[in-house]
């Protein structure tokens, strides 16, 4: 499914707003978070990824995405007691 859906079709959809369905938490942390201060620490670490190692822009993005879900699903497990 994936490799069929172009990135123009992507690029389309609100994906916050789709999860947000999901997870409020979603459509209301605009309004909750300093944002501006997030989206500028994620942009020096894509920045930095793309410097460091020569990736483009949406490779960083890509790494990056994959380091925070691999950070979250560790937490993850330390939260519910798995120690392996």
Do not use: H
């Not at 890509?62 to 560790?74: G, M, P, R």
Request: hydrophobic share 35%; net charge positive; glycine share 4%.
């Amino acid at each position: 499914m994936i490799e069929r859906t172009s990135d123009e079709a992507t690029d389309k959809i609100d994906w916050t707003k789709a999860w947000s369905k999901k997870y409020p938490i979603l459509g209301r942390y605009q309004n909750e978070v300093e944002v501006s201060y997030y989206a500028s620490e994620l942009c020096r670490l894509i920045c930095d990824l793309e410097k460091k190692y020569g990736y483009d822009d949406l490779n960083a993005f890509l790494v990056l995405k994959d380091i925070l879900a691999a950070v979250w699903k560790n937490r993850k497990k330390r939260t519910n007691g798995d120690n392996s």
